[in-house]
């Protein structure tokens, strides 16, 4: 995704992203519909092109220098940004799904909820304690959980799944609902709309952008115009 662009410009107008299905968990090409290679092939053949937003995450990388970066599925921070660590440290010898799967459970298990303050649309922070947070242009992530089961590619803004202090007993008896996109059924958990979202810790939050573990909060999130 990020090699369209060139000091935050895209480099040609004219280029499309063409999708085929051969990653671990192929999530943006499940918002497409690519559920196959063959499916995705047909795409290719036929020239099916669907405009898409892109967001973009400003935040600070392992070496704590202050950059950007591009996505057009899914970035988080928290608990799954440690979860997305772990994974592609693994060698998934259980399949991608069940690797996921465990691993999210694992880490969610473990893990201890930092206070983050939220900036959504610029309004006023607030201070909450979070599991996690998802930054959503695409449906699925972690081969196939909807952590944005609302979003749509094309509507202009991102969507934001916010995971709060979620009891674990509660996240293990209803993690199903995730891969149902009944997320938002779950409590503790909410969703809010927006073009622009401001986050920071007093803690060291782990960031993931499109499943690819890249630093830490604080960052900013934003629909790419």
């Known amino acids: 995704m990020n090699g369209f662009f060139e000091n935050e410009k895209p480099i040609s107008e004219d280029a499309r992203l063409g999708i085929l299905p051969l990653g671990s968990g192929c999530d ?26 892109v967001g973009h ?59 983050v303050m939220l900036s959504p649309q610029g309004e006023a922070s607030q201070c909450l304690t979070m599991n996690s947070v998802f930054v959503c242009n695409g449906k699925y992530a972690g081969a196939g959980m909807q952590w944005g089961p609302k979003a749509k590619i094309d509507d202009g803004l991102l969507d934001v799944t916010l995971v709060k202090d979620l009891p674990c007993f509660t996240g293990l008896l209803n993690f ?29 939050v782990m960031l993931e952008v499109d499943g690819e573990d890249v630093g830490t909060l604080p960052a900013t999130f934003m629909r790419f115009k």
């Open 57 to 115: 995450v400003q935040f600070k990388n392992k070496e704590g220098q202050d950059v950007g970066r591009f996505f057009i599925n899914i970035s988080s921070f928290g608990c799954s940004a440690k979860a997305a660590h772990a994974v592609n440290a693994s060698k998934k010898r259980l399949g991608s799904k069940l690797t996921y799967l465990w691993i999210s459970l694992k880490t969610f298990l473990t893990y201890k909820n930092p206070k």
């Open 28 to 53: 943006f090409a499940k918002t497409l519909g690519i559920f196959s290679i063959e499916d995705a092939l047909q795409k290719l053949k036929t020239n099916q092109v669907k405009l898409s937003d």
């Open 176 to 204: 199903h609902k995730i891969y149902l996109g009944k997320t938002y059924e779950l409590s503790d958990v909410e969703h809010l709309r927006c073009d622009l979202l401001r986050a920071k810790s007093f803690t060291p």
